[in-house]
Protein backbone atom coordinates (compact mmCIF):
# COMPACT_ATOMS: atom_id res chain seq x y z
CA UNK A 1 0.00 0.00 0.00
CA UNK A 2 2.51 2.41 1.10
CA UNK A 3 4.88 1.49 -2.79
CA UNK A 4 1.70 2.04 -4.58
CA UNK A 5 1.26 5.41 -2.70
CA UNK A 6 4.77 6.27 -3.26
CA UNK A 7 4.61 5.31 -7.27
CA UNK A 8 1.53 7.56 -7.00
CA UNK A 9 3.32 10.32 -5.79
CA UNK A 10 6.20 9.94 -8.42
CA UNK A 11 3.99 9.68 -11.27
CA UNK A 12 2.54 12.76 -10.42
CA UNK A 13 5.83 14.38 -9.90
CA UNK A 14 7.14 13.34 -13.37
CA UNK A 15 4.24 14.66 -14.71
CA UNK A 16 4.14 17.76 -13.36
CA UNK A 17 7.83 17.98 -14.36
CA UNK A 18 7.13 17.26 -17.93
CA UNK A 19 4.34 19.75 -18.09
CA UNK A 20 6.67 22.45 -16.83
CA UNK A 21 9.19 21.40 -19.38
CA UNK A 22 6.80 21.12 -22.36
CA UNK A 23 5.76 24.86 -21.21
CA UNK A 24 9.34 25.92 -20.85
CA UNK A 25 10.25 24.63 -24.41
CA UNK A 26 6.90 26.98 -25.49
CA UNK A 27 8.17 30.03 -24.47
CA UNK A 28 11.38 29.11 -25.48
CA UNK A 29 10.38 28.84 -29.03
CA UNK A 30 7.76 31.98 -28.81
CA UNK A 31 10.38 34.65 -27.12
CA UNK A 32 12.68 32.95 -29.63
CA UNK A 33 10.64 33.79 -33.11
CA UNK A 34 9.53 37.17 -31.50
CA UNK A 35 13.09 38.04 -30.35
CA UNK A 36 13.91 37.10 -34.37
CA UNK A 37 11.44 39.19 -35.93
CA UNK A 38 11.49 41.98 -34.04
CA UNK A 39 15.52 42.61 -34.32
CA UNK A 40 15.73 41.67 -38.30
CA UNK A 41 16.98 43.83 -40.37
CA UNK A 42 15.30 45.94 -43.30
CA UNK A 43 15.56 47.73 -46.08
CA UNK A 44 12.75 50.51 -46.64
CA UNK A 45 12.50 51.43 -50.57
CA UNK A 46 10.45 54.15 -51.83
CA UNK A 47 9.20 53.42 -55.14
CA UNK A 48 7.95 56.88 -56.75
CA UNK A 49 6.73 55.84 -59.85
CA UNK A 50 4.50 53.17 -58.59
CA UNK A 51 3.59 55.02 -55.08
CA UNK A 52 4.75 52.00 -52.74
CA UNK A 53 7.38 50.84 -50.59
CA UNK A 54 9.15 47.57 -50.85
CA UNK A 55 10.29 45.77 -47.59
CA UNK A 56 13.44 43.69 -48.00
CA UNK A 57 14.97 41.39 -45.41
CA UNK A 58 18.49 42.05 -45.39
CA UNK A 59 19.43 38.73 -44.19
CA UNK A 60 18.00 36.96 -46.52
CA UNK A 61 18.11 39.40 -49.40
CA UNK A 62 14.36 38.34 -50.53
CA UNK A 63 11.48 41.23 -50.43
CA UNK A 64 8.84 40.88 -47.51
CA UNK A 65 6.76 43.06 -49.03
CA UNK A 66 5.38 45.89 -50.76
CA UNK A 67 3.04 48.45 -48.98
CA UNK A 68 1.08 51.42 -50.80
CA UNK A 69 1.68 54.51 -49.37
CA UNK A 70 0.99 57.62 -51.04
CA UNK A 71 1.24 59.39 -54.44
CA UNK A 72 4.97 59.52 -55.42
CA UNK A 73 7.18 58.81 -52.33
CA UNK A 74 10.49 60.10 -51.75
CA UNK A 75 12.20 60.74 -48.81
CA UNK A 76 12.67 58.61 -46.18
CA UNK A 77 13.80 58.38 -41.81
CA UNK A 78 13.80 55.64 -39.47
CA UNK A 79 13.56 55.79 -35.98
CA UNK A 80 15.20 53.13 -34.38
CA UNK A 81 14.40 52.28 -31.30
CA UNK A 82 10.55 53.06 -32.02
CA UNK A 83 10.60 51.21 -34.90
CA UNK A 84 8.67 53.44 -36.92
CA UNK A 85 9.30 54.37 -40.67
CA UNK A 86 8.15 57.98 -42.30
CA UNK A 87 7.67 58.07 -45.91
CA UNK A 88 7.44 61.84 -47.56
CA UNK A 89 4.55 61.38 -50.48
CA UNK A 90 5.29 64.58 -52.66
CA UNK A 91 2.35 63.75 -55.09
CA UNK A 92 -0.31 63.61 -51.83
CA UNK A 93 1.78 66.42 -49.78
CA UNK A 94 1.68 63.79 -46.66
CA UNK A 95 3.97 61.82 -44.51
CA UNK A 96 2.89 57.67 -44.70
CA UNK A 97 4.18 56.02 -41.15
CA UNK A 98 4.52 52.50 -40.77
CA UNK A 99 4.66 50.41 -37.99
CA UNK A 100 8.13 48.39 -38.75
CA UNK A 101 7.23 45.36 -36.17
CA UNK A 102 4.27 44.33 -38.54
CA UNK A 103 4.76 46.50 -41.53
CA UNK A 104 1.76 48.14 -41.17
CA UNK A 105 0.54 51.56 -42.42
CA UNK A 106 -0.61 53.23 -39.41
CA UNK A 107 -1.18 56.96 -39.73
CA UNK A 108 -1.22 59.77 -42.26
CA UNK A 109 0.11 62.77 -41.69
CA UNK A 110 -0.79 66.19 -43.77
CA UNK A 111 1.57 68.54 -44.65
CA UNK A 112 0.17 70.58 -47.05
CA UNK A 113 3.38 71.02 -49.25
CA UNK A 114 5.44 68.34 -50.86
CA UNK A 115 8.26 66.52 -48.82
CA UNK A 116 11.49 66.21 -50.21
CA UNK A 117 13.90 64.88 -47.53
CA UNK A 118 13.52 63.68 -44.18
CA UNK A 119 15.97 63.21 -41.35
CA UNK A 120 15.06 62.70 -36.85
CA UNK A 121 16.61 63.50 -34.14
CA UNK A 122 18.77 61.33 -31.88
CA UNK A 123 16.04 61.34 -29.15
CA UNK A 124 13.46 59.93 -31.63
CA UNK A 125 11.14 62.80 -30.57
CA UNK A 126 11.10 65.11 -33.84
CA UNK A 127 11.22 64.32 -37.61
CA UNK A 128 12.56 67.39 -40.11
CA UNK A 129 11.17 67.56 -42.83
CA UNK A 130 12.52 69.77 -46.23
CA UNK A 131 9.50 71.64 -47.83
CA UNK A 132 11.47 72.71 -51.54
CA UNK A 133 8.69 74.56 -52.74
CA UNK A 134 7.79 76.95 -49.90
CA UNK A 135 11.42 77.02 -48.81
CA UNK A 136 10.50 75.86 -45.06
CA UNK A 137 11.52 73.00 -42.63
CA UNK A 138 9.35 71.49 -41.33
CA UNK A 139 9.22 69.80 -37.51
CA UNK A 140 6.78 67.02 -37.12
CA UNK A 141 6.48 65.74 -33.29
CA UNK A 142 6.76 61.86 -33.36
CA UNK A 143 4.86 61.38 -30.47
CA UNK A 144 1.63 64.12 -31.57
CA UNK A 145 1.92 62.45 -35.14
CA UNK A 146 1.81 66.26 -36.36
CA UNK A 147 3.64 68.91 -38.03
CA UNK A 148 4.70 71.09 -34.69
CA UNK A 149 6.82 74.24 -36.66
CA UNK A 150 7.56 75.40 -39.97
CA UNK A 151 11.19 77.37 -39.98
CA UNK A 152 11.69 79.49 -43.10
CA UNK A 153 15.28 78.96 -44.48
CA UNK A 154 17.45 79.84 -47.68
CA UNK A 155 16.09 79.05 -51.43
CA UNK A 156 15.28 75.27 -52.68
CA UNK A 157 15.86 73.66 -49.10
CA UNK A 158 17.03 69.83 -50.64
CA UNK A 159 18.43 67.21 -48.27
CA UNK A 160 18.91 66.99 -44.76
CA UNK A 161 20.84 65.43 -41.73
CA UNK A 162 20.73 65.35 -38.38
CA UNK A 163 24.61 65.56 -36.68
CA UNK A 164 24.00 63.59 -33.46
CA UNK A 165 27.19 65.80 -31.59
CA UNK A 166 25.89 69.41 -31.82
CA UNK A 167 22.06 68.27 -32.63
CA UNK A 168 22.21 70.48 -35.28
CA UNK A 169 19.93 70.41 -38.25
CA UNK A 170 22.05 70.32 -41.53
CA UNK A 171 20.64 71.30 -45.31
CA UNK A 172 21.47 72.19 -48.22
CA UNK A 173 20.01 75.15 -50.13
CA UNK A 174 20.48 74.01 -54.16
CA UNK A 175 19.52 77.02 -56.01
CA UNK A 176 21.64 78.84 -53.37
CA UNK A 177 24.69 76.84 -53.49
CA UNK A 178 24.98 76.97 -49.52
CA UNK A 179 24.68 74.79 -46.55
CA UNK A 180 22.59 75.98 -43.35
CA UNK A 181 23.59 74.59 -40.02
CA UNK A 182 20.70 75.21 -37.17
CA UNK A 183 20.73 74.53 -33.90
CA UNK A 184 18.20 72.40 -32.04
CA UNK A 185 16.34 75.55 -31.02
CA UNK A 186 16.19 76.64 -34.62
CA UNK A 187 18.37 79.20 -34.75
CA UNK A 188 20.65 79.59 -37.55
CA UNK A 189 24.08 79.16 -36.70
CA UNK A 190 25.92 78.91 -39.81
CA UNK A 191 24.98 79.43 -43.69
CA UNK A 192 28.36 78.13 -45.77
CA UNK A 193 28.69 78.48 -49.42
CA UNK A 194 29.24 74.85 -51.15
CA UNK A 195 29.82 73.56 -54.55
CA UNK A 196 27.27 74.14 -57.10
CA UNK A 197 24.15 72.72 -56.85
CA UNK A 198 24.34 71.00 -53.56
CA UNK A 199 22.08 68.26 -52.77
CA UNK A 200 22.30 65.17 -50.95
CA UNK A 201 24.00 65.60 -47.60
CA UNK A 202 25.85 63.53 -44.37
CA UNK A 203 26.34 64.67 -40.98
CA UNK A 204 28.62 63.07 -38.06
CA UNK A 205 30.94 64.15 -35.68
CA UNK A 206 32.88 67.53 -36.75
CA UNK A 207 31.71 66.96 -40.12
CA UNK A 208 29.28 68.13 -42.97
CA UNK A 209 29.84 66.67 -46.38
CA UNK A 210 27.78 67.55 -49.41
CA UNK A 211 27.34 66.60 -52.84
CA UNK A 212 27.68 68.59 -55.34
CA UNK A 213 25.89 67.88 -58.31
CA UNK A 214 27.12 69.94 -61.22
CA UNK A 215 30.73 70.38 -60.13
CA UNK A 216 30.38 66.73 -59.49
CA UNK A 217 32.24 67.16 -56.62
CA UNK A 218 32.11 66.62 -52.56
CA UNK A 219 32.72 69.28 -50.41
CA UNK A 220 33.58 68.22 -46.63
CA UNK A 221 32.74 70.97 -44.00
CA UNK A 222 34.52 71.46 -40.39
CA UNK A 223 32.24 72.15 -38.37
CA UNK A 224 34.51 73.24 -35.77
CA UNK A 225 36.31 75.94 -37.60
CA UNK A 226 34.06 76.07 -40.54
CA UNK A 227 36.88 75.08 -43.28
CA UNK A 228 35.95 73.20 -46.41
CA UNK A 229 37.68 71.11 -49.08
CA UNK A 230 36.05 69.39 -51.77
CA UNK A 231 37.31 65.73 -53.74
CA UNK A 232 35.99 65.30 -57.30
CA UNK A 233 33.69 62.17 -58.22
CA UNK A 234 31.80 61.11 -61.04
CA UNK A 235 29.45 62.66 -62.83
CA UNK A 236 26.24 63.99 -61.15
CA UNK A 237 26.65 62.98 -57.61
CA UNK A 238 23.47 62.50 -55.94
CA UNK A 239 24.04 61.63 -52.40
CA UNK A 240 27.03 61.13 -49.76
CA UNK A 241 27.55 58.83 -46.88
CA UNK A 242 30.61 57.91 -44.50
CA UNK A 243 30.89 54.20 -42.85
CA UNK A 244 34.20 53.42 -41.27
CA UNK A 245 36.22 56.86 -42.26
CA UNK A 246 35.26 55.84 -46.21
CA UNK A 247 32.93 58.06 -47.89
CA UNK A 248 30.34 57.09 -50.23
CA UNK A 249 28.78 58.64 -53.33
CA UNK A 250 26.35 57.89 -55.72
CA UNK A 251 27.17 59.15 -59.37
CA UNK A 252 23.61 59.06 -61.23
CA UNK A 253 25.68 59.59 -64.38
CA UNK A 254 27.83 56.83 -65.26
CA UNK A 255 25.92 54.50 -62.78
CA UNK A 256 28.89 54.13 -60.06
CA UNK A 257 29.80 54.82 -56.40
CA UNK A 258 32.81 56.46 -55.70
CA UNK A 259 34.89 55.12 -52.61
CA UNK A 260 37.01 57.51 -50.83
CA UNK A 261 39.24 56.96 -47.88
CA UNK A 262 38.81 60.15 -46.04
CA UNK A 263 42.37 59.41 -44.13
CA UNK A 264 44.39 59.06 -46.90
CA UNK A 265 42.22 61.49 -49.02
CA UNK A 266 42.15 59.42 -52.09
CA UNK A 267 39.97 57.41 -54.16
CA UNK A 268 40.31 53.82 -53.39
CA UNK A 269 37.67 52.29 -55.61
CA UNK A 270 34.62 52.81 -58.10
CA UNK A 271 31.90 50.06 -58.05
CA UNK A 272 29.23 49.64 -60.84
CA UNK A 273 25.49 49.67 -59.90
CA UNK A 274 22.34 49.59 -61.65
CA UNK A 275 21.48 52.86 -63.74
CA UNK A 276 21.08 56.23 -62.09
CA UNK A 277 22.13 55.39 -58.77
CA UNK A 278 20.73 57.96 -56.35
CA UNK A 279 20.54 57.24 -52.45
CA UNK A 280 22.83 54.76 -50.28
CA UNK A 281 22.70 53.52 -46.54
CA UNK A 282 24.55 51.22 -44.66
CA UNK A 283 23.46 47.61 -42.29
CA UNK A 284 26.14 47.67 -39.88
CA UNK A 285 25.29 44.38 -38.70
CA UNK A 286 26.47 42.63 -41.42
CA UNK A 287 29.02 44.89 -43.63
CA UNK A 288 26.47 45.79 -45.87
CA UNK A 289 26.04 48.86 -48.47
CA UNK A 290 22.85 49.56 -50.12
CA UNK A 291 22.21 51.40 -52.93
CA UNK A 292 18.74 52.30 -54.65
CA UNK A 293 18.53 52.45 -58.40
CA UNK A 294 16.51 54.95 -59.77
CA UNK A 295 16.61 54.25 -63.53
CA UNK A 296 16.47 50.33 -63.05
CA UNK A 297 13.70 49.83 -60.61
CA UNK A 298 16.17 48.21 -57.95
CA UNK A 299 18.64 48.43 -55.21
CA UNK A 300 22.43 46.98 -55.50
CA UNK A 301 23.72 45.58 -52.57
CA UNK A 302 27.50 45.18 -51.59
CA UNK A 303 29.99 44.31 -48.89
CA UNK A 304 31.71 47.24 -47.29
CA UNK A 305 34.74 44.99 -46.46
CA UNK A 306 36.04 44.21 -49.67
CA UNK A 307 33.99 46.06 -51.50
CA UNK A 308 32.03 42.89 -53.20
CA UNK A 309 29.06 43.21 -55.39
CA UNK A 310 26.38 40.68 -53.78
CA UNK A 311 23.24 41.10 -55.37
CA UNK A 312 20.78 43.61 -57.03
CA UNK A 313 17.25 43.15 -56.21
CA UNK A 314 14.28 44.37 -57.88
CA UNK A 315 11.80 46.87 -56.61
CA UNK A 316 8.99 48.83 -57.81
CA UNK A 317 9.10 51.56 -60.01
CA UNK A 318 11.56 54.21 -59.37
CA UNK A 319 13.27 53.20 -56.33
CA UNK A 320 14.83 56.15 -54.36
CA UNK A 321 14.68 56.33 -50.41
CA UNK A 322 16.08 60.10 -49.56
CA UNK A 323 17.39 59.82 -46.09
CA UNK A 324 17.99 56.73 -43.68
CA UNK A 325 16.32 54.12 -45.04
CA UNK A 326 17.46 50.64 -43.53
CA UNK A 327 16.36 49.47 -39.82
CA UNK A 328 19.01 48.09 -37.88
Known sequence: MIKQKKLSILSLKTFILFILTFFLIILYFYFSFFFEINNVSKAYITNQGDNTVSIIDLETLKTLKTLKVGVAPLGITILQEKKLVFVGNVGTDDISVIDAVNDTLIKTIKLGTAPLSLASNSE??????????QNNVLTISADEMKVTRRLKVGVT??????NKKYKYQVITNRD???????????????KIETGNHPFGVYSEGDFAYVANVYDD????????????YEFMVGAHPYNVKVHNKTAYVTNTIGDTITVYDLGTKKIIKILDTGETPENLDFN????????????????SIFNTEGFRHIKEIKTGSQSRSFGDFILQ
Do not use: C, M, R
Request: glycine fraction near 4%.
Open 124 to 133: ETKVYVTDWF
Open 157 to 162: PSGIAY
Open 176 to 190: ANTLEIYNEHDDLVK
Open 217 to 228: SVSIINLVDWSK
Open 284 to 299: IKQNLLVVTNWGSDSI
